[in-house]
């Protein structure tokens, strides 16, 4: 996620700014700038690359030198590839305004047209670019200062912020806001800090103000902080909080690993990826990437899905979706195996290669062995402009954040995210699903952070059943249907954090083998929502318990039948059944989190693994 940071007050800014960014490096970025008042002139000075080359570029500049008032950001590209130009912060037309932006404006492109109409010039691709120049634009037409100017300005966009607005002609102010991205403002002894969390600030003061969405304000040297509602313009009494958290609690959030911050991250993550993409009211789904390349993709004879890992996991989900929906045949491979067993690749063929890191070496090389055949290659990254987002034809990004934790959790379930959007609009575009259908799988998924985060809720129930299973040496996942690939991403979740052996099968097949591990040192994680074929699940349950199995159930809410079976059941919210897998996930990493923390592995940086497997 990008990073924020101002500074307001008695001190030279642009050191605690600088340091400031390089404490929000861990959100994970691909460019940072700075711009700094001198008392004079308003200058900035950005790149891409990390803070220590915008600190190089700012010593060999001698552009920026002193000033008591600036803003900085690191950025992590959503729109716009990351460059200088497409770098923040970025000024408004006139050179008097200055902004730094967090989250994504989902409606910049029609406010951009408009803004050209009026004359208006952009030098980059962002949607940053264009709110300042609304603000701007706001500010000369409705003759207002700043302050207002934002509140109208932010009332004619749609999507996430946290931003900080400069005005030269007002340099004893910074304007800041919020929607759907953090933003804290700390209070020092005549002078205020604003950045995403309070690690930039915390060793000037422990005093924070943290604003809650739709709220701006006005942070004055002299006069204090004033907050307002975006809405109304209504006055908010300020909360002034003591921070009790140290610097590695906050960049956790708070959470003790990035892991379980990332698992909690994952209603925001799946609601920023379908963010501008789907449309409930309209029953629309827009993704440039497909729509401009409907035809080739609607013909294609099959969609060939290479990945790695988690990756290859949620292709599998795909498989089932775009098969059901869309009646699109599909192949899943391993892209380490796709790229060496010289594959039957034609012109007619759409490979999918998803990628959270767009760096895995088999992947990568994987797509330039289907392109060199003539295949379309369409690309699901969450890292923007990394390599596989480059070397793909087309592509949709996850916008899950960055995934620090080396297990992915967020960047599974915003890949099927992706993954079901583009099914749905071919579906559509194909006409084998119903209009009611398609809008009811569109009001489910709008739905779906919401049942994540009931899901979330068990997580001190889901720790008494890791207490129980910490010390097996094996164990077995099963599901069946959608819920299948779900299995097997629980085992490789174990295995891989808490390196207990752990495999995943399709329930059904028990018989043809794995029954004949089944005894009471062998626990059996088994997904059996409602949706699918629930009674088979179920009887797969009683061959397993009739051999003394021990059963642990993910089953849908109110579930009786399974509770008298198991000898633990987990609950989640009921869904439609191509979109269980969003829901089955999530107890199952809390599982594998918990059982992993108490056996006391290094959760965030497991043994032999990298987050990006960038070799062979
Ligand atoms: C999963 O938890 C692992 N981190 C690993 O399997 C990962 O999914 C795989 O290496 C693929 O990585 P990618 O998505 O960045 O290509």
Known sequence: ?????????????????????????????????????????????????????????????????????????????????????????????SGELVIIHNGIIENYASIKKELI????????DTDTEVLINLIEDVKKNENVKLGKAVQIALNQVIGAYAIAVFDKNKPDEIVVAKLGSPLAIGVGEDEFFIASDATPFLEYTKKAIYLEDEEMAIVRLKKGVKIRKIKDDSLVAPYIQELQLNLEQIVKGGYDHFMLKEIHEQPEAIKDTYRGRLNVKEGLIRMAGIDDNLERILNANRIIVIACGTSWHAGLVAEYIFEDLARIPVEVEYASEFRYRNPVITEKDVVIAISQSGETADTLAAIKLAKSKGAFVFGVCNVVGSSIARETHAGAYTHAGPEIGVASTKAFTTQITVLTLIALKLAKEKGTISKSVFQHHLQELELIPG??????????????????????????????????????????????????????????????????LIDEQMPV????????????????????????????????????????LADHVIEVPDT??????????????????????????NVDQPRNLAKSVTVE
């Not at 910490?470 to 077995?476: F, R, V, Y």
């Not at 074929?533 to 579930?559: A, C, L, P």
């Not at 979109?579 to 989190?593: A, C, E, F, N, V």
């Open 1 to 93: 996620m990008c990073g924020i940071v101002g500074y307001i007050g008695k001190k030279e800014a642009y050191p605690i700014i600088l340091e400031g960014l390089k404490r929000l490096e861990y959100r994970g970025y691909d460019s940072a700038g700075i711009a700094l008042y001198d008392g004079e002139n308003l200058k900035l000075s950005k790149t891409k690359g990390k803070v220590s080359d915008l600190e190089n570029k700012i010593t060999k500049d001698k552009q920026l030198t002193n000033g008591n008032v600036g803003i900085g950001h690191t950025r992590w590209a959503t729109h716009g590839v990351p460059n200088d130009v497409n770098s923040h912060p970025h000024y408004s037309n």
């Open 117 to 124: 109409n009026r004359g208006y010039t952009f030098s980059s």
């Open 576 to 601: 439609i059944e191509s979109l269980t897998p969003l829901l089955t996930t999530i107890p199952l990493q809390l599982l594998s989190y918990h059982i992993a923390v108490m056996l006391d592995k």
């Open 525 to 564: 994680f088994v997904i059996a929502t409602k949706k699918g074929h629930y009674e088979k699940v179920v009887s797969n349950i009683q061959e397993i318990k009739s051999r003394k199995g021990k059963i642990i159930g993910i089953v849908t809410e109110g579930d009786e039948d399974v509770k008298h």
């Open 451 to 516: 049942k994540v985060e009931k899901a979330l809720l068990q997580d001190e129930h889901i720790k008494t059943v890791a207490e129980t299973y910490k010390d097996a040496k094996n164990c077995l996942y099963l599901g069946r249907g959608y819920n299948f690939p779900v299995a097997l991403e629980g085992a490789l979740k174990l295995k891989e954090i808490s390196y207990i052996h752990a495999e995943g099968y399709p329930a059904a097949e028990m018989k043809h083998g794995p029954i004949a």
